[in-house]
């Protein structure tokens, strides 16, 4: 390997006066393609047709923000009042981007592929039980019916009318959602059934959503880091956690 290998790439060629992505001069993008389109651009090679395009957006659109009550935005506020920049806070909010919260549709395009391939939604619902209590994709703690479930659901089908995309993710999730009536489709599998029907694998379905909320994150970060308020904490300082008692963290019988 030459030391010009040891970092190459085929996203970007950068030189003296040369900034090219996939092989496009910046200065040829600027103006004339969408932030949303420069991201498919980035990760699939291409630009995205009209139609692709739309239906990225309305994905990343719907995804922005959950208020302060959702662990990624209540970090990076908290990470604002305590001296960093917003950088770190965005960083912060980020981080907690995990399996649990912000890694459902990821896991749902998981799902929806294997049925897909299955046309068997109750089979795949059945092992996805056997190793999971949890449906990735489905149910809401606070929306009885999560109400970006039906504008996403509705572009996707338009999109399937119009060639865009096959509709096969669509049908995959709605065969899963009538195994699972009366529990609704949430933003996850709304979402992840566009990730899907515009063929990002399923990682990218976790880093699609990251971009997503981190323009939430910003802008909660940013309204915190204005407050004049400092190292503030999940509860007000009227709040105390209760007191459980050291016998809670006392070694049990067979611990080690």
């Given at each position: 390997?030459?030391?010009e290998?040891?970092?190459g790439?085929?996203?970007s ?6 900034i090219?992505l996939r092989g496009r001069?910046v ?7 969408s932030?949303v ?6 990760l ?13 957006e309305?994905?990343?659109?719907a ?5 302060p ?5 209540a970090?990076?506020r908290?990470?604002a009042?305590c001296?960093?920049g917003?950088?770190?806070?965005i960083?912060t909010?980020a981080?907690?981007?995990?399996d649990?919260?912000?890694g459902?549709g990821?896991?749902?395009v998981e ?12 089979g ?11 449906i990735?994709g489905f149910?809401?703690?606070f929306?009885?019916?999560?109400p970006?479930?039906d ?6 089908a338009?999109?399937e ?5 096959t ?8 065969a ?5 009536a009366?529990?609704p ?7 992840a059934?566009?990730?899907?029907e515009?063929?990002f ?17 910003l802008?909660h970060?940013?309204?915190e880091?204005?407050s ?5 904490g999940p509860?007000p300082?009227s709040?105390l956690p209760?007191?459980l008692?050291p016998?809670d963290?006392a070694?049990?019988s067979?611990?080690h």
């Open positions: 390997m030459t030391p290998q040891w970092w790439t085929a996203i060629r950068i030189e003296p006066g040369v090219e001069p200065q040829d993008l600027i103006g004339s393609a932030f389109s420069v991201i498919w651009l980035m699939r090679g291409s630009l995205p047709s009209p139609g692709q395009a739309a239906l990225l309305a994905a990343l659109v995804a922005v923000d959950h208020g009550q959702a662990p990624s935005i970090a990076a908290m990470a009042t001296g960093v917003l950088n770190t806070a960083a909010g981080g907690m981007l995990g649990v919260h912000g459902a990821e896991q749902c799902l929806l592929t294997q049925i897909a391939e299955t046309g068997d939604a109750r795949v619902l059945a092992r996805w039980r056997a190793r999971s209590k949890y990735p149910g809401h703690r929306h009885p019916v999560d970006r479930r504008p996403l659901l509705s572009l996707v338009a999109a009318r119009d060639g865009v995309v509709g096969e993710y669509l049908r995959a999730a709605l899963l959602e009538a195994e699972l009366p529990v489709m949430n933003i996850d599998g709304a979402t059934v566009i990730y899907a515009l063929g694998p399923a990682p990218l379905a976790r880093g699609l959503f990251v971009l997503s909320r981190s323009v939430g994150i802008a970060a940013w309204e880091s204005r004049g308020l400092r190292n503030k509860m300082p709040i209760a007191y008692g016998h963290s070694p049990r067979g611990d």
